[in-house]
């Protein structure tokens, strides 16, 4: 084992979600371990800033590729252009807050596409094309939410974490055997666009709820990605690690 | 429906097991890597590639891989 068991020194990553809160700081922190990264998201501009700002490393240039991945063609793309992967960050997620009464079937549909769909779909044509090597390591940013507990509101994006922690322990059951390790972390809420739909005063009513007394920065679930991917967590799999500040204790 | 093809098609089920293992008279339950979640993955695969159902009993009675092409044939 290499001196540092948490270095990613070798490794390629690929990332979706790059563009975003928790995806940007993930490729940053991958790629300060060592990984060459292969960052996809459907911002592309953003995505070609991300790329911009990585430092460079000794195993290969960082990719990006510009994909919707609700797009079965544009998915496809993705995988081919992808090289041989020793760790896939499947992060890609949309949120919005509804009254479980006011749920609308299009509104369903679309987060179900992006959260739990196109996660799985990636997930199965990587291994199907045998994209993930020996010894790789799938993570998948779940949430706190539906696997820990619920709030109001939130029952689509709940509905969809579910999903994404019943698939990540499957395909850990399936592929162990194969020596391809699969985990997610859990996060509460993480300073990002994505709790945009909050008010301040819902935040700070939630932030009591929290015994750390604040949310996550990216960096706080980053971490706990690059764990997961390093060889530090070889025995790890099938786990949902929880980085919710303390959040679900009460 | 081609053996070539189906040879081909069984070997990418296994990852471990040299692709040079896989003949039309290979004993598959012998391989050292084959196993009852390869098994899965190959009822799963004849079922997509070629559109027939087998069951387990299917997988038990063939021998080698020309049987096992053999019965998805004849179900075909």
């Known amino acids: ?250 | 429906m081609n053996l070539e093809e189906f040879i081909q098609n069984f070997a990418e089920q296994f990852d471990d097991t040299d692709a040079s293992e896989f003949k039309a008279g290979t004993v598959f339950h012998e391989l050292p890597e084959y196993s009852s979640l390869i098994a899965l993955s190959i009822i799963a695969m004849i079922d997509e590639e070629y559109d027939v159902t087998l069951k387990g009993d299917d997988m038990k009675s063939a021998v080698t891989i020309e049987d096992l092409f053999n019965i998805v044939k004849s179900k075909q």
């Open chain 1, 1 to 250: 084992m290499n001196e540092n068991p948490f270095t990613l020194e070798g490794k390629t990553i690929l990332i979706t979600g790059g563009a975003g809160g928790i995806g940007s700081e993930v490729a940053k922190v991958c790629a300060q371990s060592g990984a060459r990264v292969v960052l996809t998201d459907i911002r592309e501009d953003v995505l070609q800033e991300v790329l911009a700002s990585l430092p460079a490393v000794g195993c290969g240039e960082h990719l990006a590729v510009k994909a919707d991945l609700t797009r079965a063609e544009e998915l496809q793309a993705l995988v081919d252009a992808c090289p041989a992967l020793d760790g896939f960050v499947c992060n890609a997620g949309v949120m919005k807050l509804t009254l479980t009464q006011f749920i609308t079937e299009e509104e369903l549909t679309r987060i179900q596409r992006i959260n739990l769909n196109a996660p799985i779909l990636l997930t199965r044509t990587l291994l199907k094309k045998k994209k993930i090597s020996k010894g790789g390591s799938i993570v998948f940013t779940a949430s706190a939410a539906g696997v820990y507990r619920v709030s109001l509101g939130n029952a689509i994006y709940a509905t969809t974490k579910c999903g994404i922690d019943a698939f990540m322990r499957t395909v850990a059951l399936e592929f162990g055997p194969k020596g391809i390790r699969c985990n997610s972390v859990n996060p509460g809420m993480v300073e990002t666009a994505l709790i945009g739909g909050f008010t301040e005063e819902e935040k700070a009513r939630e932030m009591q709820n929290y015994p750390l007394r604040r949310f996550a920065k990216p960096l706080d679930i980053a971490l706990g990605i690059v764990y997961l991917l390093s060889d530090a967590s070889s025995f790890v799999t099938g786990t949902a690690l929880k980085i919710d500040g303390g959040m679900t204790l009460s």
